[in-house]
């Protein structure tokens, strides 16, 4: 390893002249002696901790072979979380930065890229702070390959998702939802709040996580649509996600007579599903109940997301601590809405009509089943 003063054209460089592990030689250029000569020290602690960076490795490899090579080694991941990361590569990521060699992949050029995407306006906030974040860990694997130095993903908070503060709904809000769905899905409405159970939650329950005589729910599964209309039931995304609910004892009744009217026999039947028995799709839920019910009650542009942070401020108006708020939400980390609602009370009964029978309907899941 040497260093040696050379003269161009235009200025003076510094020439380091290095040897890999198996004996090839290669050569890094610095406007200073100064900054050659840290460069110099840090690669013999690489060499002495064994953490030699191929110097061609970086210059042969694109982010696009990377990026497939990283997806292709991600075998546990959720198929949902696989057609999220495949978009975000293949809209907002790769465009850009995919020819690009992992040498050339600056901070300068990173922020380039990110602050590109802000510009536009779409993707959302969030969105890009996905992508950044998805860049960074992918770029992290190269660090650990060997393949680059550092990580160029330096920009602070870039990471972090910042959602603007959602309306939380009162309980008379969430009473006149209830009363403007089908008697079918009222009792959705209910546990979404009172239960705080998240929408794929709701539609992956099962007959047999359901412990009346405890009156307890056990978040096991959830049922996740993905874009060519199939349907997968699989686990939550993260331990804190798989829990057990107490279920308020006003709602037990409702959740029998659910059970009785609507659910089949079989422990395996779906708790919530189309009304032809399929399972129960995000999208036709949203435009089909969702959104006729927050007109009529005159709540539009609430999502039913929302109203988890309804039942967990409830729960937070009782004396509830952070940690059993956390279970409660299935959160691995502090919910955000600290706001303390009006005094729990008991949503209003609709009269309902007809027998309460055991008809109800089994369940398949699969793309022609259309909620």
Not at 65 to 93: K, N
Not at 114 to 129: D, M, N, Q, Y
Not at 258 to 268: Q, S
Request: aromatic content about 4%.
């Amino acid at each position: 390893m040497s260093i040696e003063r050379r003269r161009t054209d235009q200025a003076t460089v510094y020439d380091v002249r290095l040897r890999t592990v198996d004996g090839r030689q290669y050569k890094r250029s610095f406007r200073t002696r100064r900054e050659a000569e840290n460069f110099a020290a840090q690669e013999r602690a690489n060499l002495a901790r064994g953490l030699s960076i191929d110097p061609w490795a970086g210059r042969t490899t694109t982010l696009a072979d990377l990026s497939a090579s990283w997806m292709a080694t991600r075998v546990g991941l959720r198929p949902r979380t696989v057609e999220l990361y495949s978009s975000l590569l293949r809209l907002h990521i790769l465009p850009e930065l995919g020819g690009a060699e992992l040498a050339k992949l600056t901070p300068a050029r990173v922020r380039s890229w990110h602050a590109g995407l802000l510009g536009k306006g779409r993707p959302g906030p969030i969105s890009v702070a996905k992508c950044y974040r998805l860049l960074k860990s992918i770029l992290l694997t190269a660090v650990e390959d060997g393949l680059i130095a550092r990580n160029p993903c330096m920009i602070k908070g870039a990471s972090a998702e910042r959602s603007a503060e959602r309306p939380i709904a009162t309980i008379d809000q969430v009473d006149a939802l209830a009363e403007a769905v089908e008697d079918r899905w009222r009792l959705m409405i209910l546990l979404a709040t009172y239960g705080v159970l998240r929408l794929g939650e709701l539609a992956g329950l099962t007959r047999r996580r359901i412990d009346l005589e405890k009156g307890t729910v056990s978040v096991v599964e959830q049922l996740q649509e993905m874009h060519d209309g199939s349907c997968h039931v699989g686990p939550p995304k993260t331990a804190a996600g798989r829990r057990t609910v107490a279920i308020p004892p006003h709602l037990l009744p409702e959740l029998a007579c659910h059970l009785d009217r609507y659910v089949g026999p079989e422990p395996e039947a779906f708790v919530f599903t189309s009304p032809e028995g399929g399972p129960l799709r995000r999208s036709n839920f949203r435009t089909r109940v969702w959104l006729p019910a927050t007109k009529a009650a005159g709540v539009e542009g609430l999502h039913f997301h929302d109203l988890r942070h309804t039942g967990n401020t409830l729960a937070a108006a009782t004396g509830a601590s952070t940690k059993e708020l956390m279970v409660r939400m299935g959160h691995a980390q502090s919910p955000r809405h600290p706001h303390l609602p009006t005094p729990h009370r008991r949503p209003r009964r609709r009269h309902r009509t007809g027998p309460v029978g055991s008809g109800g309907q089994g369940h398949q899941v699969g793309p022609e089943a259309r909620a």
